[in-house]
């Protein structure tokens, strides 16, 4: 079998930096529009559930997309796909910083999601085979770094462009980097002899169900919290649509001559079990990278730029102790690597359970470099033992279903967090209210104090009771707030702890290597 050396390890480096600047830019865009959003409501006259279109409809497309990628490179060639999907994301960019009306934002965005999706998993496949198989950490560290630093990136570039700038340059600035990146895809990516190219049908039924089935997943994630969930019938209708959809295009793949999706590429056992790790991992990523931007901001009055920049620590922790997990990789077993890098974090979602409102951004730092370090060390050996036993054939197939699962995780990440934040609050705001009476000491100290404080300021007897009230009221909802994202702490945790009982049905590092054999041969 012939690995096309000469096209892909001669240029080594430029390959790698030409489909990272893709897949960067395309992860970078889910996140960045975010600190836009109360921009472009203004803009664009939508109300608040309005504009949160303009990133789902991104989602939704990159997401079918994403499924998609294995087939497609078959039916038009590798290389031809990701630069055709570069330079639809391009033009779409464009597309979107000037568009003047919502309607022609949402079929902008979904443009830009089509031409964004194919390119991750695509860059996570082309540089497996970039690197000489003992260097499959290092490749995974590589792609790590941009996948995991870009959703971080993303609130801290908007947050500066949008207060400098405007909020069309959030996609104006994909435009450089985009044009150097399809560049250089053009001139060093090829390519290898042995992909499967050209397709005798178009599997339309399994497109058609694909399309309702991930369409209706993510409006139910979207809209659930909004709607309270199965109180609406909105919601109702939608899930069982989606439910329907993918239970038949499970169905229906599994006994087509050429599926959509390779769902049978699912009896690898390390395959089946790191898309499982993956989609917990990405539930505790993306929600992190949800609540820590909303807690800094409603509780410790930070503009959207301060918001953004306290993910900075845990993005450059990541980055730093990414290469470090990809050299370790060859030389401890990778469950170890994992299972510490779970009990980093969890050590470090710990600690986070247990700050308070007086919590300084200094307090934060160390915990969030250990959050960093622990999810690069899982990260890294969970990614290179999930795919190491893949035929290359195989290969493009294989990391569309694992970054489907991770962007699937991420996208119940946010939902999850958002519905547990709204119940927990009401939570503990019930239970706070309950132990705050007249005949409790130290409530009628502090409500003393305060109308005493308010009289020596001028208020009436009036306008001392409510102004003490309203205090009072501030007080408890920011109190029930800050427990509420302690408990997201705590559940973060537990679902880490919970991802350990999967690390352990992984492959040992030297059976993996006799099983890397096979897929060499194959």
């Known amino acids: 079998m012939s690995l096309d050396k000469g096209s892909h390890v001669k240029h080594k480096w430029m390959t790698t930096a030409a489909v990272m600047l893709g897949a960067f830019l395309s992860v970078m865009d889910t996140s960045i529009v975010n600190v836009a959003l109360p921009h472009m409501m203004g803009n664009f006259a939508q109300t608040l559930s309005a504009i949160t279109w303009v990133a789902t409809s991104y989602s939704i497309a990159a997401i079918i997309v994403i499924t998609m990628t294995g087939w497609l490179s078959t039916l038009i060639g590798r290389k031809t796909l990701y630069l055709s999907s570069f330079v639809l994301f391009t033009i779409a960019s464009i597309l979107c910083g000037t568009a003047k009306t919502f309607p022609q934002m949402i079929i902008y965005r979904v443009i830009q999601g089509i031409g964004g999706g194919a390119l991750i998993p695509i860059s996570q496949a082309i540089l497996r085979e970039t690197f000489p198989r003992k260097q499959h950490g290092m490749a995974m560290a590589i792609f790590g770094m941009g996948i995991v630093l870009a959703p971080a990136m993303g609130p801290i570039v908007g947050g500066f462009l949008i207060d400098n700038y405007g909020w069309p340059w959030i996609f104006y600035i994909n435009i450089p980097f985009s044009i150097a990146g399809i560049w250089m895809v053009h001139h060093y990516v090829h390519d290898p002899d042995y992909l499967k190219r050209g397709v005798k049908k178009v599997d339309w039924f399994g497109i058609s169900f694909l399309t309702i089935g991930l369409t ?5 994630l979207e809209r659930g919290q909004e709607k309270n969930w199965f109180d609406s019938s909105f919601i109702i209708g939608w899930s069982i649509l989606s439910a329907i959809a993918l239970l038949t295009l499970v169905f229906w793949e599994l006994h087509t001559k050429e599926p959509i999706i390779n769902l049978r590429i699912l009896r690898n056992t390390p395959l089946a079990i790191g898309s499982t790790v993956v989609l917990l991992y990405g539930i505790a990523l993306f929600g992190t990278t949800f609540i820590l931007p909303q807690f800094t901001q409603t509780l410790l009055g930070y503009s959207a730029y301060q918001s953004g920049l306290t993910l900075l620590p845990r993005a450059l922790a990541i980055f730093i102790f990414m290469p470090i997990a990809g050299r370790l ?22 600690l986070l359970s247990h700050i308070s ?7 934060l730092v160390p915990i969030l470099l250990l959050m960093g370090g622990g999810m690069a060390f899982i990260f890294v050996p969970l990614s290179t033992v999930s795919l190491i036993t893949i035929a290359n054939k195989d290969m493009t197939n294989a990391t569309s279903m694992y970054t489907l699962m991770q962007r699937i995780g991420g996208n119940i990440g946010y939902a999850a967090t958002v519905t547990i934040l709204e119940r927990r609050i009401q939570f503990h ?9 007249a005949t409790r000491g130290r ?19 009036v306008h001392d009771r409510l102004g003490a009230f309203s205090f009072f009221d501030r007080l408890v909802n920011q109190q029930a707030t800050m427990l509420s994202y302690n408990d997201l702490s705590w559940i973060f945790m537990l679902m880490f702890l919970f991802i350990t009982i999967f690390i352990l049905f992984l492959p040992h590092s030297k059976t993996v290597k006799s099983t890397e054999e096979v897929a060499l041969i194959d």
């Not at 209706?216 to 139910?220: D, F, R």
């Not at 705001?429 to 009476?437: K, P, Q, T």
């Open 429 to 437: 705001r019930y239970n706070l209210v309950e132990n705050i009476s």
């Open 443 to 461: 409530f009628l100290s502090t409500y003393h104090m305060f109308l005493e404080y308010l009289h020596k300021n001028g208020y009436g007897p």
């Open 216 to 220: 209706g997943l993510q409006i139910v």
């Open 357 to 363: 409102l007086e919590v300084a951004f200094s307090n």
């Open 329 to 350: 990789y060859n030389r401890i077993d990778a469950r170890i690597l994992i299972i510490t890098g779970i009990g980093v974090t969890c050590w470090s979602y710990a």
